[in-house]
């Protein structure tokens, strides 16, 4: 086995390219049914599934699962608005990592506060806005890191036979990836307990 390092990176990089979120103008203003938002989905965010031809966005099961766990408030008419899309875009990237109880801790006060928000108050449009203007950011920041990640892994069981050392080190990169990944699930977990009690202290 052979691995060219250089195209394994960019290869990595340019993955990156196809993340991305689904803009705030491309949702569209009137209510949707089901089917129509399970197209949806799937149109914007299909490119980023490991296998696209297999992998499911959303399907009717799941929407139904996440009204049943208070994830998502139920719809109007069997319509879906805007603001039932912008949920499920956030369930979406959350539910790789977190757990369902998690994520109904981070979504429900949101929901409660600021779904079909009115007087003013910020609506779940702006909080999703605000919380994606960092995604460019966030990307650059993580090439570097990928990059950087990648360089130290090269460097590891330089003893071993050089019939080995190629795979040794790509698992050596994965563990690293998967170590950081670790970390970070466990500092949103103990994040999330925070926001829990400050939201719970809120609304009392």
């Given at each position: 086995?052979t691995?060219?390092?250089?195209?394994?990176?960019?290869?990595?990089?340019?993955s990156l390219?196809?993340?991305?979120?689904?803009?705030?103008?491309?949702?569209?203003?009137?209510?949707?049914?089901?089917?129509?938002?399970?197209?949806?989905?799937?149109?914007?965010?299909?490119?980023?599934?490991?296998?696209?031809?297999?992998d499911?966005?959303?399907?009717?099961?799941?929407?139904?699962?996440?009204?049943?766990?208070?994830?998502?408030?139920?719809?109007?008419?069997?319509?879906?608005?805007?603001?039932?899309?912008?949920?499920?875009?956030?369930?979406?990237?959350?539910?790789?990592?977190?757990?369902?109880?998690?994520?109904?801790?981070?979504?429900?006060?949101?929901?409660?506060?600021?779904?079909?928000?009115?007087?003013?108050?910020?609506?779940?449009?702006?909080?999703?806005?605000?919380?994606?203007?960092?995604?460019?950011?966030?990307?650059?920041?993580?090439?570097?890191?990928?990059?950087?990640?990648f360089?130290?892994?090269?460097?590891?069981f330089?003893?071993?036979?050089?019939?080995?050392?190629?795979?040794?080190?790509?698992?050596?990169?994965?563990?690293?990836?998967?170590?950081?990944?670790?970390v970070?699930?466990?500092l949103?977990?103990?994040?999330?307990?925070?926001?829990?009690?400050a939201?719970?202290?809120?609304?009392?």
């Amino acid at each position: 086995m052979t691995i060219d390092r250089e195209d394994l990176l960019n290869s990595i990089l340019e993955s990156l390219k196809r993340i991305h979120h689904i803009k705030l103008e491309d949702i569209p203003n009137i209510d949707l049914y089901m089917d129509q938002v399970t197209t949806f989905m799937e149109s914007k965010l299909r490119s980023t599934t490991r296998n696209p031809d297999e992998d499911k966005i959303l399907t009717k099961t799941m929407i139904n699962n996440y009204a049943k766990n208070d994830l998502l408030p139920p719809p109007v008419r069997k319509k879906y608005s805007k603001e039932h899309i912008l949920l499920l875009i956030f369930i979406y990237y959350y539910k790789g990592i977190l757990s369902i109880g998690d994520i109904q801790s981070l979504l429900k006060p949101l929901t409660e506060r600021y779904f079909h928000a009115a007087n003013g108050a910020p609506d779940l449009g702006y909080i999703y806005e605000e919380v994606f203007s960092l995604e460019a950011d966030e990307v650059a920041d993580l090439k570097e890191n990928i990059i950087k990640k990648f360089s130290t892994s090269q460097k590891t069981f330089q003893d071993a036979p050089e019939k080995d050392r190629e795979i040794l080190q790509l698992f050596s990169f994965i563990s690293i990836l998967s170590y950081d990944v670790y970390v970070k699930r466990l500092l949103i977990e103990k994040m999330i307990d925070s926001f829990k009690d400050a939201t719970t202290k809120n609304k009392g």
